[in-house]
């Protein structure tokens, strides 16, 4: 029977994690003798400390998801995953590939800021304006990497995730 290898990817409650989930239907450990992972970020580049490529082996894994940690910064990446059959069948798609921009330290910036706004209450009126206008600026730096990923420019995505990290670490009250 043929099967299409599938992942998902899921950014974690912690910015710097992030979970990859193979969900492979049909998928049978006999019928394969190893599963690997290749991360690149978006200049087309390994990630500087994991190998490459990262094993995601059944024997290791056998809840079929991997979470990596230790990142800094929100990253747009390329995810591949690639399962090796014992028995190559010519119908199988062997990998699964997922574009992604983590936005989880942008959104992170973007909570600090409405907490300094309006419970800490440290922006005064002229430097909430400001503040109001980075906000904006942020969700807007959201979208456009979502809306880069959907259109396959990494490139672009990374761009604007830089933009918002510029935001967050410009932001004076």
Do not use: H
């Amino acid at each position: 029977m043929a099967i299409t290898a599938s992942i998902t990817v899921t950014p974690l409650t912690d910015p710097s994690k992030l979970k990859i989930v193979d969900d492979t239907p049909s998928e049978d450990t006999e019928t394969y003798t190893d599963r690997y992972l290749t991360i690149l970020d978006s200049a087309g580049n390994p990630l500087i400390d994991y190998p490459n490529p990262i094993n995601f082996s059944f024997d290791d894994f056998p809840d079929n998801d991997i979470t990596l940690s230790g990142f800094t910064e929100d990253m747009a990446l390329n995810i591949k995953m690639t399962l090796v059959p014992t028995i190559i069948d010519v119908t199988s798609v062997y990998t699964a590939e997922a574009d992604v921009a983590m936005t989880r330290f942008l959104q992170r910036g973007l909570y600090d800021l409405q907490v300094s706004r309006f419970l800490d209450n440290e922006y005064p009126s002229k430097a909430n304006e400001t503040a109001q206008s980075d906000s904006i600026d942020l969700i807007i730096e959201k979208q456009n990497s979502q809306t880069s990923v959907s259109y396959g420019s990494l490139v672009g995505a990374q761009n604007a995730l830089n933009r918002a990290s510029n935001i967050i670490n410009n932001l004076q009250p």
